[in-house]
């Protein structure tokens, strides 16, 4: 399968949470029967799930942010979820390159929200990630 099949399943685990009211871990185990990752990609959407669940408030501030105008309650909440979750792996998970979370998040709009989403969503993670990198200097 692979971590962008495991993004899907953290996307379909929010948008459970968002709109339905789910329990993270009774909507993750929802979705994990449906897409029946591997022991890896189970973990890595466990880990990514509960990070976005757990710093929801820190990531909506720093879409809020990098947004302009554009309310977090007003983005599109496909939008918004895939946001969250590239923003925490941005913030959190160094073992991910930027680039490759940023490619994934543009990826995921495409086939959940539309080519605009495409766009927004990469301005405002490239925003983010220059932020981050201008953040932690040079190494």
């Known amino acids: 399968m692979g971590r962008r099949q495991a993004r899907e399943a953290v996307l379909k685990t929010l948008f ?3 709109l339905g009211g ?3 871990e009774t909507a ?3 979705v994990l029967l449906e897409d029946k990752l591997s022991v890896t990609d189970t973990l890595f ?3 990514v799930t509960n990070g976005v669940v ?3 408030d820190e990531l909506d501030l ?3 942010c990098f947004s302009g105008d554009w309310t977090v309650e007003r983005m599109a909440t496909m939008d918004r979820l895939i946001l969250r979750m590239a923003c925490y792996e941005i913030l959190y998970r160094s073992d991910i390159p930027v680039a490759v979370s940023i490619n994934e998040a543009i990826e995921l709009a495409k086939k959940y929200s539309g080519e605009e989403a495409s766009r927004f969503v990469n301005g405002i993670l490239s925003a983010v990630a220059r932020a981050n ?3 932690e200097g040079p190494h």
């Open 62 to 64: 720093l879409l809020q």
């Open 45 to 47: 959407a466990r880990e």
């Open 133 to 135: 990198t201008a953040k």
């Open 54 to 56: 757990d710093r929801r």
């Open 28 to 30: 993750l185990r929802t």
């Open 22 to 24: 789910a329990k993270a």
């Open 16 to 18: 459970q949470i968002a």
